[in-house]
Every structure is written in structure tokens, then in C-alpha cells.
């Protein structure tokens, strides 16, 4: 049935006055579960920009670019969503700045769907300054000291002003290791300020700087905290719930915590969201680890490793991870992965990626990036075919050819 809604503008600063739009009624993310294999699913996630399957792992464009990489390498190499830093964008270029070109769609040129985070990890890991009170959080600028304020309201004012697909309520990531009582009172803060996101998102989810007319609308999805006490992550999931979301992410995980100890957490965590929301594990990991939490039932993860390793010559492959800055590659004649299909990997010598890397040739960076990128993506492709076939458990054995590093 086709309605009436009021809008905003796409472009709000042209017009003051909201526009009418025969649309359908919005909605924001849909999510089906297309195919189980134990508690893994694999599935297929609907936003404004597109449909991402899942399990999705995103590449991370901190300021609204995957660094080293255009848009159009990375639409080659079927990426279909992406995460970028409010926190950094906020400071440069500005909300205000992105919002007027048409939000980080318009901003950046890129089609698909973009997820961002609310700013709460980054004021908590770029931040020794940071207080913490009931409002919100004061910090410095890691740019020139400058004073700022986030607040559920200001971190959803940002987001919606940014304008991707999915959006993130602001929350505090508690630190590793903390006492008991100190983890419980982050989770309760945290609580209420989900509490907050969702009212000030509810109230202004019509201002996404939309450059397209779309039957769907910004999601905002909330975070699981509770530190490493299993008692209270179910607590946190049960709460978090009640309010009500489309999404659940577990945050505040890959700390500095033990690996043992985060897969336990993701694993009982896991058990208490609905089966029928994507549930997103925020900031891994190893391809290793990112197949691991396919299997326990993830569906979206993100992560700076493949990207941030790839620009320190530190490459993943099916047979292990390679540094290509030493001085045994200096000839090799080989691909980078006999077993990699990435442009790169088709194209290019050992020998040639090592010289540009000893060299600091830029291209470095950029073939570096391309690989990592791709073996990453194929190996969830591979995840995601492993599940749709049914084979349970017995697909993480046959995926681990691939990622075990
Ligand atoms: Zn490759």
C-alpha cells in the first residue's frame, strides 16, 4: 500500500520546509536467515544502499576511505558495505560539512551500504584526557587538544548527520581488566544511554541526509556491554532487547583480553539475542577468528587488520601470513598466494611487491591492501558457502585451509 510521509529534504540546507515523497512506508533494515549450519547462519541483510549478505565481514574507511583504495576497487572486489569513524569524521571534515554533500554516500561516492560506529570507542581508545559523567563524555581532539562533548544526543545527531545505513547507539566500552562493581555501573551507564539514543533517534531519523528516494531508512542498533562477567552480557543482551532494536552488536571486546576469553563471551552472548536480528561483533579480528565467529552464529564483523597490516607488509594467505619486507622474497618469482584469485595475486611477483615495499613506493601499500582485502572477502565467501550447503561444524575444518595462520 503506497502512503503519504513527511520527509526530509534531501538536501536539507536548499529547502527549510520538509518535501512530500510518494513512498511506501519506511522501514529500516530488513534481515532473513536464508541457511543454518549449527549455530551459524547465513543470510541477507536489506538497507537503504542495497542488500549485504552475511556473514559480512566490513572494511573499515575510518574517514570515509578504506586508505589506499578507490571506491571502484573496492565495488570490484564486491565489498557491500563499509564502516567509517564518526569520531574521526566529526573532527575532519565536520557532520555539518558531509551532511550538505549529500552525507558520506553523496560524500564519498560510494553506492552500497556504510555502517558507522557512534564515537564511543574512539573517545575511549584515542582519549587518556576523556571524563566520563552521566551526560556524556568530554575529550581532546587527537588533533590539535581541542575540547569536545558526546552525548547519546550529539553521537546520533552525528550519525543521523552522516547519514549511513546503519548506525550505532552510543555506548561506553568498558576497560580490561576492571573490578566487578566498575563494570556493572558502565553497563548500566550504557543502558541508559541506549535508552537515550533510541529516544533521540526516534525523534529524528527523518533528518538522514538521503540522496535517493528509498523505501527503507537508517537503522540504529544497540550494544551489548557487560565486560568479561557472563551474568552480566546476559543481563546487558536482556536489556538491550527490551529496548528494542533492529541489530545487536557485542562492543567492547578485543581489549586485551585473552582470545579464549572472547570467545567465550561471544559464544554465551550469542544465546541471548533473537535469532531473527543481525547480530554484529564489533572490532575483529584474524581471518582465523573472523571464521570462528561466523561459526558461532555472527553475521556482520569489522576490523583494521587486514588494512592496517596490509600497509606494514604483512600479508594473509592460504598458506600462512607472509612479511613481504624480507630479504627471501627479494626473487621470488611467485604469486603472492598460489591459491589467491585477487588481481594482485594474478598479476604480480613476490619479488616485485618486496621491492616496492623495501622502496616505500605508495603502489606498495596499495597491492598490499587490494590482497588482504580480498583474501579476507573470499574467505567469508567461503564461510557463507559452507553454510548455505548445510555443513555445520565440518565447514570451519574446510574453511581453515584458507585462514589458518
Ligand atoms: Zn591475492
Known sequence: MTMHIWTASPRANEASAPTWFDTILIVSTQFLVEARAGAARAGRLTTPHGEVETPVFMPVGTLASVKGLPQEVLEELGVEILLANTYHL????GVEQVRKLGGLHGFMSWPRSILTDSGGFQVFSLNDLRKVSQEGVTFRSHLDGSSHFFSPESAMEAQIGL?????MAFDECTEYPAEPERVRASMELTLRWAERSKNYFEEHKNEVPCNKVSDRTQALFGIVQGGMDL??????????????????AIGGLSVGEPRHVTREIVEATVQHLPAERPRYLMGVGTPEEIVEYANLGIDMMDCVLPTRAARHG???TSEGRISIKQAQYAGDESPLDPNCVCPICRRYSRAYLRHLY???EVLAQVLNTIHNLSFYLDTMRAVRHSISLGRGARFLSEVWSRAKL
Open 90 to 93: 566529526y573532527l575532519r571534515p
Open 163 to 167: 547519514g549511513a545505513d546503519i548506525i
Open 231 to 248: 551474568a552480566l552480557r546476559k543481563e546487558s543482551a536482556e536489556r538491550t532487547i527490551e529496548i528494542g532494536f533492529p541489530g545487536y
Open 314 to 316: 604483512l600479508l594473509f
Open 358 to 360: 623495501a622502496s616505500n
